[in-house]
Protein backbone atom coordinates (compact mmCIF):
# COMPACT_ATOMS: atom_id res chain seq x y z
CA UNK A 1 0.00 0.00 0.00
CA UNK A 2 1.70 3.39 -1.18
CA UNK A 3 2.08 5.64 1.73
CA UNK A 4 2.25 9.37 2.70
CA UNK A 5 4.83 11.17 5.46
CA UNK A 6 2.10 11.88 8.43
CA UNK A 7 1.49 15.62 8.94
CA UNK A 8 1.05 15.74 12.56
CA UNK A 9 4.22 15.02 14.78
CA UNK A 10 1.96 12.82 17.26
CA UNK A 11 0.63 10.69 14.62
CA UNK A 12 0.76 6.97 16.38
CA UNK A 13 0.88 8.98 19.75
CA UNK A 14 -2.25 10.06 19.76
CA UNK A 15 -4.78 7.87 19.62
CA UNK A 16 -7.06 10.61 17.30
CA UNK A 17 -6.04 10.34 13.98
CA UNK A 18 -5.32 6.50 12.66
CA UNK A 19 -4.69 7.06 8.73
CA UNK A 20 -2.31 10.05 7.80
CA UNK A 21 -0.26 7.24 6.27
CA UNK A 22 -2.26 6.94 3.99
CA UNK A 23 -3.22 9.05 0.80
CA UNK A 24 -5.83 11.05 1.11
CA UNK A 25 -7.61 10.31 -2.23
CA UNK A 26 -6.84 6.39 -0.85
CA UNK A 27 -9.01 7.08 2.33
CA UNK A 28 -10.98 8.28 0.04
CA UNK A 29 -11.92 5.36 -1.87
CA UNK A 30 -11.99 2.87 1.17
CA UNK A 31 -14.90 4.74 2.56
CA UNK A 32 -16.96 4.60 -0.82
CA UNK A 33 -15.97 1.04 -0.92
CA UNK A 34 -17.42 0.43 2.60
CA UNK A 35 -20.63 1.68 2.10
CA UNK A 36 -20.99 0.34 -1.71
CA UNK A 37 -19.77 -3.45 0.15
CA UNK A 38 -22.57 -3.14 2.81
CA UNK A 39 -25.18 -2.12 0.94
CA UNK A 40 -24.99 -4.76 -1.28
CA UNK A 41 -23.79 -7.41 1.65
CA UNK A 42 -27.31 -6.26 3.06
CA UNK A 43 -29.23 -6.87 -0.20
CA UNK A 44 -29.99 -3.18 -0.46
CA UNK A 45 -28.50 -2.65 -4.07
CA UNK A 46 -25.90 -3.54 -6.46
CA UNK A 47 -23.91 -0.51 -7.51
CA UNK A 48 -21.04 0.35 -9.47
CA UNK A 49 -20.31 3.49 -8.55
CA UNK A 50 -22.03 6.32 -6.11
CA UNK A 51 -20.71 9.69 -5.25
CA UNK A 52 -18.63 10.75 -2.51
CA UNK A 53 -18.47 14.32 -1.07
CA UNK A 54 -15.13 15.36 0.54
CA UNK A 55 -13.24 18.68 1.26
CA UNK A 56 -10.70 19.78 3.60
CA UNK A 57 -7.98 16.89 4.55
CA UNK A 58 -6.79 18.95 7.32
CA UNK A 59 -8.00 21.78 9.78
CA UNK A 60 -11.67 20.53 9.43
CA UNK A 61 -12.79 19.91 12.90
CA UNK A 62 -14.88 22.54 14.71
CA UNK A 63 -14.44 20.77 18.03
CA UNK A 64 -12.18 19.18 19.92
CA UNK A 65 -12.02 17.81 23.64
CA UNK A 66 -8.68 18.26 25.27
CA UNK A 67 -7.74 16.48 28.69
CA UNK A 68 -5.35 18.00 31.12
CA UNK A 69 -2.41 16.74 31.88
CA UNK A 70 0.82 18.30 33.94
CA UNK A 71 2.08 20.26 30.67
CA UNK A 72 -1.25 21.55 29.74
CA UNK A 73 -3.71 20.09 26.84
CA UNK A 74 -3.57 16.43 25.74
CA UNK A 75 -5.24 13.80 23.80
CA UNK A 76 -5.22 10.06 24.48
CA UNK A 77 -2.39 7.92 23.94
CA UNK A 78 -3.42 4.82 21.51
CA UNK A 79 -4.67 1.74 23.13
CA UNK A 80 -4.66 4.05 26.42
CA UNK A 81 -7.80 4.88 28.23
CA UNK A 82 -5.67 6.73 31.36
CA UNK A 83 -2.70 8.07 29.35
CA UNK A 84 -1.84 11.12 27.35
CA UNK A 85 0.00 12.70 24.93
CA UNK A 86 0.18 16.66 25.13
CA UNK A 87 -0.12 18.75 22.24
CA UNK A 88 0.47 22.30 21.36
CA UNK A 89 -1.48 21.96 17.92
CA UNK A 90 -3.46 19.84 15.87
CA UNK A 91 -3.66 19.60 12.14
CA UNK A 92 -7.08 18.42 12.03
CA UNK A 93 -8.41 21.27 14.08
CA UNK A 94 -9.86 24.20 12.33
CA UNK A 95 -7.55 27.18 12.98
CA UNK A 96 -9.92 28.97 15.65
CA UNK A 97 -9.59 26.11 17.65
CA UNK A 98 -5.54 26.09 17.30
CA UNK A 99 -5.53 29.55 18.20
CA UNK A 100 -7.51 28.93 21.22
CA UNK A 101 -5.40 26.41 22.44
CA UNK A 102 -2.35 28.39 22.18
CA UNK A 103 -4.41 30.72 24.86
CA UNK A 104 -5.58 27.70 27.06
CA UNK A 105 -2.08 26.25 27.52
CA UNK A 106 -0.95 29.46 28.08
CA UNK A 107 -3.10 30.64 30.95
CA UNK A 108 -2.57 26.89 32.31
CA UNK A 109 1.46 27.47 32.00
CA UNK A 110 1.53 30.56 33.67
CA UNK A 111 -0.83 29.34 36.71
CA UNK A 112 0.56 25.77 37.24
CA UNK A 113 0.90 26.55 41.04
CA UNK A 114 -2.69 26.83 41.29
CA UNK A 115 -4.08 24.44 38.66
CA UNK A 116 -4.58 20.82 38.81
CA UNK A 117 -4.74 18.32 36.65
CA UNK A 118 -7.16 15.49 36.65
CA UNK A 119 -5.58 12.25 37.45
CA UNK A 120 -7.59 9.24 35.74
CA UNK A 121 -6.05 6.81 38.36
CA UNK A 122 -7.29 7.38 41.27
CA UNK A 123 -10.07 9.97 40.46
CA UNK A 124 -7.74 13.06 42.09
CA UNK A 125 -7.13 16.39 41.04
CA UNK A 126 -9.76 19.08 39.19
CA UNK A 127 -9.01 20.09 35.86
CA UNK A 128 -10.12 17.56 33.72
CA UNK A 129 -11.10 18.87 30.37
CA UNK A 130 -10.88 21.63 27.82
CA UNK A 131 -13.69 21.49 25.41
CA UNK A 132 -13.44 24.09 22.74
CA UNK A 133 -15.47 24.68 19.12
CA UNK A 134 -15.58 27.54 16.85
CA UNK A 135 -17.87 27.52 13.87
CA UNK A 136 -16.45 27.85 10.60
CA UNK A 137 -19.10 30.19 9.22
CA UNK A 138 -20.11 32.21 11.80
CA UNK A 139 -18.12 34.28 14.58
CA UNK A 140 -19.34 32.21 17.32
CA UNK A 141 -16.72 30.01 19.87
CA UNK A 142 -16.72 28.24 22.94
CA UNK A 143 -14.41 27.22 25.50
CA UNK A 144 -16.12 24.85 27.73
CA UNK A 145 -13.57 24.47 31.32
CA UNK A 146 -14.93 20.60 32.66
CA UNK A 147 -13.88 20.26 36.42
CA UNK A 148 -14.42 17.57 39.30
CA UNK A 149 -17.00 18.77 41.55
CA UNK A 150 -16.04 16.44 44.53
CA UNK A 151 -12.12 18.23 44.53
CA UNK A 152 -12.23 20.37 47.34
CA UNK A 153 -10.29 22.99 45.32
CA UNK A 154 -12.80 23.38 43.01
CA UNK A 155 -13.58 27.10 44.04
CA UNK A 156 -10.01 28.41 43.45
CA UNK A 157 -10.46 27.00 39.81
CA UNK A 158 -13.39 28.47 39.06
CA UNK A 159 -11.63 32.13 40.49
CA UNK A 160 -9.22 30.75 37.75
CA UNK A 161 -10.92 30.43 35.09
CA UNK A 162 -12.92 33.77 36.00
CA UNK A 163 -9.96 35.73 35.61
CA UNK A 164 -8.54 33.47 31.92
CA UNK A 165 -12.34 34.47 30.80
CA UNK A 166 -11.43 38.10 31.14
CA UNK A 167 -8.33 37.29 28.39
CA UNK A 168 -8.96 35.00 26.07
CA UNK A 169 -10.58 35.93 22.65
CA UNK A 170 -13.47 33.09 22.95
CA UNK A 171 -16.35 34.84 23.03
CA UNK A 172 -18.00 32.61 25.31
CA UNK A 173 -15.97 30.83 28.58
CA UNK A 174 -18.23 28.04 29.96
CA UNK A 175 -17.86 25.91 33.52
CA UNK A 176 -19.14 22.59 33.95
CA UNK A 177 -18.58 20.91 36.93
CA UNK A 178 -19.30 16.98 36.85
CA UNK A 179 -18.51 14.09 39.42
CA UNK A 180 -15.04 12.43 39.47
CA UNK A 181 -15.94 9.15 38.26
CA UNK A 182 -17.76 10.71 35.40
CA UNK A 183 -16.16 10.79 32.35
CA UNK A 184 -17.39 13.49 29.82
CA UNK A 185 -16.76 16.53 28.45
CA UNK A 186 -20.05 18.91 28.37
CA UNK A 187 -22.87 19.03 31.04
CA UNK A 188 -26.32 20.12 30.65
CA UNK A 189 -25.26 21.91 34.30
CA UNK A 190 -22.54 24.07 32.51
CA UNK A 191 -22.82 27.95 33.19
CA UNK A 192 -21.32 30.79 31.78
CA UNK A 193 -18.70 33.04 33.24
CA UNK A 194 -18.07 34.90 29.39
CA UNK A 195 -21.40 35.24 26.84
CA UNK A 196 -23.85 32.35 26.53
CA UNK A 197 -24.18 28.51 26.44
CA UNK A 198 -25.13 29.14 22.79
CA UNK A 199 -23.55 29.06 19.66
CA UNK A 200 -24.12 29.76 16.31
CA UNK A 201 -22.99 27.96 12.65
CA UNK A 202 -24.65 29.11 9.36
CA UNK A 203 -25.68 26.53 6.86
CA UNK A 204 -27.25 27.14 3.57
CA UNK A 205 -27.11 30.19 4.57
CA UNK A 206 -29.85 30.05 7.23
CA UNK A 207 -28.27 30.61 10.97
CA UNK A 208 -28.89 27.72 13.50
CA UNK A 209 -28.18 28.56 16.62
CA UNK A 210 -27.41 25.20 19.31
CA UNK A 211 -25.74 24.57 22.93
CA UNK A 212 -22.20 24.33 23.38
CA UNK A 213 -23.04 21.05 25.82
CA UNK A 214 -24.75 19.37 23.22
CA UNK A 215 -24.64 17.66 19.45
CA UNK A 216 -23.52 19.56 16.42
CA UNK A 217 -21.96 18.27 12.91
CA UNK A 218 -18.03 18.54 13.87
CA UNK A 219 -16.97 19.25 10.31
CA UNK A 220 -19.15 22.85 9.07
CA UNK A 221 -18.26 22.25 5.72
CA UNK A 222 -19.05 18.94 5.04
CA UNK A 223 -22.36 19.49 7.14
CA UNK A 224 -23.09 22.13 4.35
CA UNK A 225 -22.83 19.61 1.91
CA UNK A 226 -24.35 17.10 3.32
CA UNK A 227 -27.44 20.05 4.08
CA UNK A 228 -27.19 20.81 0.14
CA UNK A 229 -27.30 17.12 -0.91
CA UNK A 230 -30.34 16.50 0.93
CA UNK A 231 -32.14 19.37 -0.47
CA UNK A 232 -31.15 18.96 -3.24
CA UNK A 233 -32.81 15.73 -3.27
CA UNK A 234 -36.26 16.71 -2.56
CA UNK A 235 -36.19 19.77 -4.91
CA UNK A 236 -35.43 17.34 -7.77
CA UNK A 237 -37.14 14.45 -7.14
CA UNK A 238 -40.02 15.74 -5.72
CA UNK A 239 -42.37 18.43 -7.23
CA UNK A 240 -42.78 21.10 -5.60
CA UNK A 241 -46.73 20.77 -5.49
CA UNK A 242 -46.08 17.78 -3.67
CA UNK A 243 -43.60 18.61 -1.07
CA UNK A 244 -45.61 22.09 -0.19
CA UNK A 245 -49.03 20.17 0.71
CA UNK A 246 -46.28 17.85 2.26
CA UNK A 247 -45.06 17.63 6.36
CA UNK A 248 -41.00 17.37 7.15
CA UNK A 249 -40.23 15.42 10.17
CA UNK A 250 -36.84 15.46 11.34
CA UNK A 251 -35.52 12.29 13.32
CA UNK A 252 -33.13 12.45 15.66
CA UNK A 253 -32.76 16.46 14.58
CA UNK A 254 -30.90 17.99 17.20
CA UNK A 255 -30.93 21.43 16.68
CA UNK A 256 -33.17 20.90 13.82
CA UNK A 257 -30.02 21.17 10.97
CA UNK A 258 -32.04 19.14 8.25
CA UNK A 259 -35.51 20.51 9.22
CA UNK A 260 -34.12 23.90 8.97
CA UNK A 261 -32.22 23.88 5.80
CA UNK A 262 -35.12 22.02 4.09
CA UNK A 263 -38.35 23.22 5.97
CA UNK A 264 -39.11 26.23 3.75
CA UNK A 265 -39.71 23.45 0.99
CA UNK A 266 -42.76 22.02 2.97
CA UNK A 267 -45.84 23.15 4.74
CA UNK A 268 -44.99 22.01 8.11
CA UNK A 269 -41.62 20.82 9.56
CA UNK A 270 -41.28 18.76 13.03
CA UNK A 271 -37.99 18.27 14.45
CA UNK A 272 -37.76 15.42 17.06
CA UNK A 273 -35.03 14.83 19.49
CA UNK A 274 -34.67 12.84 22.94
CA UNK A 275 -32.52 15.70 24.21
CA UNK A 276 -34.57 18.78 26.00
CA UNK A 277 -32.16 21.23 25.54
CA UNK A 278 -31.44 20.48 21.81
CA UNK A 279 -35.52 20.85 21.30
CA UNK A 280 -35.52 24.46 22.69
CA UNK A 281 -32.78 25.57 20.41
CA UNK A 282 -34.77 24.04 17.87
CA UNK A 283 -37.97 25.71 18.78
CA UNK A 284 -35.28 29.28 18.64
CA UNK A 285 -34.40 27.86 15.34
CA UNK A 286 -37.82 27.27 13.61
CA UNK A 287 -38.72 30.86 15.02
CA UNK A 288 -35.69 32.78 13.38
CA UNK A 289 -35.80 31.51 10.55
CA UNK A 290 -39.46 32.07 10.36
CA UNK A 291 -40.78 28.34 10.04
CA UNK A 292 -44.04 27.15 10.53
CA UNK A 293 -43.78 23.85 12.64
CA UNK A 294 -42.87 22.23 16.14
CA UNK A 295 -40.61 20.83 17.96
CA UNK A 296 -41.03 17.66 20.65
CA UNK A 297 -38.61 16.53 22.86
CA UNK A 298 -39.12 12.33 23.19
CA UNK A 299 -37.54 9.16 21.95
CA UNK A 300 -38.11 9.15 18.28
CA UNK A 301 -40.48 6.31 19.01
CA UNK A 302 -42.74 8.98 19.29
CA UNK A 303 -43.33 9.19 15.75
CA UNK A 304 -45.72 6.65 16.39
CA UNK A 305 -47.88 8.93 18.03
CA UNK A 306 -48.00 11.95 16.14
CA UNK A 307 -51.52 13.31 15.37
CA UNK A 308 -50.52 13.64 11.29
CA UNK A 309 -53.39 14.76 8.87
CA UNK A 310 -54.45 11.62 6.47
CA UNK A 311 -54.29 13.97 3.64
CA UNK A 312 -50.89 15.35 3.78
CA UNK A 313 -47.78 12.54 2.56
CA UNK A 314 -44.91 12.51 4.80
CA UNK A 315 -41.33 13.11 4.36
CA UNK A 316 -38.79 12.14 6.72
CA UNK A 317 -34.62 12.53 7.39
CA UNK A 318 -33.47 10.17 9.74
CA UNK A 319 -30.42 11.19 11.70
CA UNK A 320 -29.91 8.62 14.37
CA UNK A 321 -26.89 7.57 16.64
CA UNK A 322 -23.91 5.28 15.36
CA UNK A 323 -26.44 2.63 17.25
CA UNK A 324 -29.24 3.06 14.80
CA UNK A 325 -33.08 3.00 15.14
CA UNK A 326 -34.88 0.65 17.42
CA UNK A 327 -36.86 -2.22 16.32
CA UNK A 328 -39.62 0.15 17.76
CA UNK A 329 -39.08 2.90 15.87
CA UNK A 330 -38.61 1.32 12.43
CA UNK A 331 -41.70 -0.48 12.83
CA UNK A 332 -43.17 3.12 13.62
CA UNK A 333 -41.84 4.48 9.96
CA UNK A 334 -43.22 1.13 7.72
CA UNK A 335 -46.75 1.63 9.91
CA UNK A 336 -46.32 6.17 8.83
CA UNK A 337 -45.34 4.85 5.43
CA UNK A 338 -43.94 7.78 3.85
CA UNK A 339 -43.38 8.64 0.38
CA UNK A 340 -39.73 8.57 1.04
CA UNK A 341 -37.04 9.16 3.96
CA UNK A 342 -33.74 9.81 4.13
CA UNK A 343 -31.23 8.00 6.45
CA UNK A 344 -27.90 10.06 6.97
CA UNK A 345 -26.01 7.53 8.73
CA UNK A 346 -22.23 7.80 10.68
CA UNK A 347 -22.40 4.28 10.95
CA UNK A 348 -22.84 2.83 6.94
CA UNK A 349 -22.86 -1.32 8.10
CA UNK A 350 -25.53 0.03 10.81
CA UNK A 351 -27.53 1.70 8.14
CA UNK A 352 -27.58 -1.13 5.87
CA UNK A 353 -28.56 -3.92 8.28
CA UNK A 354 -31.81 -1.53 9.29
CA UNK A 355 -32.58 -1.18 5.80
CA UNK A 356 -33.24 -4.85 4.78
CA UNK A 357 -36.28 -4.29 6.70
CA UNK A 358 -37.87 -1.97 4.30
CA UNK A 359 -37.15 -3.92 1.19
CA UNK A 360 -40.32 -4.97 0.76
CA UNK A 361 -42.04 -1.89 0.62
CA UNK A 362 -38.89 0.95 -0.59
CA UNK A 363 -36.72 0.64 -2.89
CA UNK A 364 -33.14 2.55 -3.08
CA UNK A 365 -33.48 5.58 -5.26
CA UNK A 366 -29.58 7.03 -4.38
CA UNK A 367 -26.90 6.94 -2.24
CA UNK A 368 -24.17 9.17 -1.56
CA UNK A 369 -20.66 9.19 0.87
CA UNK A 370 -19.53 12.22 2.87
CA UNK A 371 -16.22 12.36 4.55
CA UNK A 372 -16.52 14.47 7.60
CA UNK A 373 -13.66 12.55 9.46
CA UNK A 374 -10.55 12.61 7.21
CA UNK A 375 -7.39 10.98 8.51
CA UNK A 376 -10.10 8.20 10.38
CA UNK A 377 -11.78 5.53 9.11
CA UNK A 378 -15.15 7.05 9.68
CA UNK A 379 -17.58 7.68 7.16
CA UNK A 380 -21.05 9.38 6.73
CA UNK A 381 -23.58 8.07 4.17
CA UNK A 382 -26.66 9.79 2.94
CA UNK A 383 -29.28 6.91 1.41
CA UNK A 384 -32.81 8.01 -0.24
CA UNK A 385 -35.60 5.59 -0.63
CA UNK A 386 -38.45 5.69 -1.78
CA UNK A 387 -42.06 4.22 -1.39
CA UNK A 388 -42.74 1.48 -4.30
CA UNK A 389 -45.47 2.11 -7.06
Known sequence: MEKTIPVCPYFGQCGGCTAQHIPYETQVANKKKLVLDHLRINGIAVLEDIPVFSDKPFHYRNRMDFAFCNDGLSLR??????QLVAVDHCPISNDRINTLMKEVNGWFNSNKSLLEPFRRRGHAGCLKYATIRASEFADSSTITLVLNEDSPQLGRHIDAIREFSTNTTALNVCIASVPKTLDTSTSPDAFAVKGSLGMR???????LSFSSQGFFQNNSTMADKMAHHCRSIIQERYAENQTKNSILIDLYGGAGTFGITSGDL?????????????????KHNLKANKLDGEAIAGDASLLGKLPLPSDKETFLVIDPPRSGMSPKVINHILALNPKAFLY???????MARELRQFMKRYGLASAAAFDLFPQTPHVEAVVEMRRKG
Open 201 to 207: ETLLGKT
Open 266 to 282: FEKTIIIDNEGPNIEWA
Open 344 to 350: VSCNPIQ
Open 77 to 82: KKGHFD
